[in-house]
């Protein structure tokens, strides 16, 4: 496995990086489904200990240190975070509670899960099964949610929405591209009362559902505006700009025509060739480009910038497209 990725799987499609579990079928539960991410085991606490001094023979004594504790792993031990007593485990087996308040809404499946960073990151995406097609796009796109740990780190177990164009997983949220935020993120803090806001968690599928909505209504709004190849290389030297004079030395001239070319050449790929002459077709030849083109420095910082995080680059690909189109 890379070395950030610990074990995964990926319902019928390969991995970008050609390794994890790969099942035909979906997961008939939350217990199946943590076993093939690797997630069989669960985040512990164990208390912290200090050097209280020596015994008479000589031997040390060990002794607690009050306020701290231990995250550790159930199979291995290991540690994974020190952490204050404030914070409380969200383990495998409690965010079946998260995911049960998602399947008990129709047409939910698990798509992917894995575990990261030694076992200190975990996560699980759930397809909502409602295909949305738009004239002259030959992929199709589909709401998932997904489902984020961190065990001691800072940040919370957090259920967020996305959606991805199947064909080439470019991810787009219609708060995303806009560069804002709805309410379709739950955070569930490492608290002891995180689970107050389990109901709130089965709202989540409402709000995915509004949000598709929303974007339908932004791609369709996109799709309608033509553009030239002028308009196409303006914003192509724009969303990829070069360094101002004095800052540019050969290399770095190199990698921002290389960065352009690959631009172009998305736009003539089959994934984007029928709306590459839209105000659309850019926007999702960046996101392509932001998602599979341009490098990451490990597979957790790819996977947040695909599935987890909001991607700021992708609304400022929606604003250059409008404010080219309007000049």
Known sequence: MP????SMFSVREMPWHRQGEVPHEYPGSWEEARKLA??????????????????????PLYQPIEGWK?????????????????????????????????????????????VLDEGRAVWCLALLDEPISLPGDPSTTLPYIALTNRHGQPGACTLRATAVRIVCANTFRAAELEGDRTGTTFSFIHKSNWRSRIEEAREAVTGVRREMREYVELARELLDIRVTPRHRERFIAEFVPMPPEGLVTDRVARNVEEARQALRDIL???TTAGVA???YGLVQASGEYLDHVRRARSWETKLGRTLIRPEPLKAKALTLVREMVRA
């Open 3 to 6: 070395a950030d990725v610990e």
């Open 38 to 59: 690797g997630m069989a085991w669960d985040p512990i606490e164990e208390s912290v200990y200090e050097l209280g001094g020596v015994d008479e023979d000589g031997q």
């Open 70 to 114: 231990r995250i550790a792993r159930s199979d291995t031990g290991a540690t994974l975070w020190i952490s204050r007593d404030s914070y409380t485990v969200i383990d495998h087996t409690e965010m079946g509670e998260i995911v049960e308040a998602v399947l008990s809404q129709p047409n939910v499946k698990w798509e992917t899960g894995g």
């Open 268 to 270: 003539g790929s089959p």
């Open 277 to 279: 002459d839209t105000a």
